[in-house]
């Protein structure tokens, strides 16, 4: 159970330190996205730093500190609720993947979190 939840981790921390730093960077395609779902280019830093702490969180989980690992597995679940309901808001489905993926990786990494 614990390579299972060691790779799941792993995998949601390594996307989402990713996707912190797409943000800090205001990468084009970033840019793009927030603005086809109504988010303002001002709200990227926070958004990257939502993501950037939550991908530290699970790292420190996955080195020994388990309640700071559920918590930031449960954050990140629910930012990515808001980030496909934001889709789903504005209608954009063509790309309503990526957050849909960064959902299971985190809810997955929840799940595993708390099963051992």
């Known amino acids: ?7 799941v981790t792993g995998v949601t921390i390594a996307v989402n330190a990713a996707e912190a730093v ?3 960077l205001r990468a084009k395609a970033v840019l793009a996205n927030s603005a086809e779902v109504g988010v303002p280019p ?27 690992g559920t918590a930031a597995a449960a954050g990140l679940v ?8 934001a ?7 063509h790309n309503i993947a990526f957050p849909a993926s960064f959902l ?3 809810a997955a990494s929840l799940v595993l979190t708390v099963a051992r």
């Not at 159970?1 to 060691?6: G, K, S, V």
């Not at 001002?42 to 990257?48: A, R």
């Not at 629910?78 to 496909?84: E, N, R, S």
């Open 104 to 106: 299971v990786l985190a």
């Open 42 to 68: 001002s709200w990227l830093p926070v958004l990257g730093a939502l993501k950037g702490a939550g991908a530290v969180g699970l790292l420190l989980g996955l080195l020994g500190v388990r309640f700071i």
């Open 87 to 93: 889709h789903v808001r504005a209608r954009v489905f």
């Open 1 to 7: 159970m614990f390579i299972a939840y060691a790779v």
């Open 22 to 24: 797409a943000n800090f």
């Open 78 to 85: 629910l930012f990515f609720i808001g980030a496909v309901a």
